[in-house]
Every structure is written in C-alpha cells, then in structure tokens.
C-alpha cells in the first residue's frame, strides 16, 4: 500500500503498477513532442495529395479518431482515480492532434491549392494554432470547400479536447488537494 491511501498492489520497487517512473515520464513529455515534430516536419505529406483523395480522409478520420479515442481514455483514467500522469498523455495526444490538422493543411495547400498564403509546412502549423486559439489573422486562409469543411472539424475537435483536457486536469488537480487537505 502507498502513503497515499492507494489500495492498488505496489511493483518490487515500491511504485504503484502501471505508473511510470518520473524519470521515464520526464523523457517522454520531452521526447515525445520532439519526435512527432521532427515526424511532422520530414515525412512526406505531399504523397497524401497524389492518389486517391478517400484513402487519404480515411487515413485523416482514423488518426484523429484514435487521438479522440486517447483522450477518451485518459479522461477516464482521470475521472476513476487511476494512477498516473494525465497530464503527460494530454500533452502528446493534443500535439498529435494539432501536428495531424497542420499535416492535413499542409497536404491541401500544396497538392490542390486549398488555402492561400500556406506556403510553408510552419505556414499550416502556425495556422492551425491561430485556428486553434480563435485568433484568425486572415493571413492564412481556407479558400477550397474542402479546406473549409477541414477547418470546422478542428474546430469542433480543438473544443472537445480542450474541454476533456481540462476536465481530467481539473479533475486530477482537486482529488489531489482533496487528499492533501484530509490528511
């Protein structure tokens, strides 16, 4: 049992099972984001504009649905008191997320001229932040349906994880000070 009033079985080295040592959880919130930008800004997203335009929003709907999925999990994780650093899978599965549209824009903007003035692959990263924040600068702009119709998925999908974000954050941060003040 930890000091923490946990009941779950503790592994030979006193951590609770299924919790990652700090040391691994620090690479990974490090690691992690570092990979899937450096993944963002090499593989070649211009083959998604070439081809068969269904397999392409296939590829995009199943991404974007296990991120979904993730965050589905993780808040879940959160919302029964499971160990671990909800904050970490947060982290990677919002990244993932924004990186996916970025591509996604990216992929529009050079292979059918979607968008004008994405020019660049930080050009479609940098406005899906702006999309992302409500900002909308208007240097960057859907000009095609389709990048339209794309633009209002991420707005609707930013929403939800934003919400299950600081849901299981929120949810995270008051079961700790609730257990601190009991003590």
Known sequence: ????GDQRPAGGDGTRLGVLPRSV???LGVLGPVVLTTAYF???FGLLSDGDH????V?????LTLLGLGMVVTTVRVMTDRPGHPGLGILLLAWAAILT???????LAIGHGQFSGLKTRLDALYFTGVTMATVGYGDIHPSGQVARALVLVQI????????GGITAVGTRVRGHLTRRIAR
């Open 1 to 4: 049992m930890s000091d923490s």
């Open 25 to 27: 959880t620090i690479v």
């Open 42 to 44: 090499t593989l070649p």
């Open 54 to 57: 269904i397999v392409v929003w």
């Open 59 to 63: 590829l995009l709907g199943g991404l």
């Open 101 to 107: 549209f970025a591509a996604s824009y990216w992929s």
């Open 156 to 163: 609707v999908y930013t929403f939800a994880f934003v919400a």
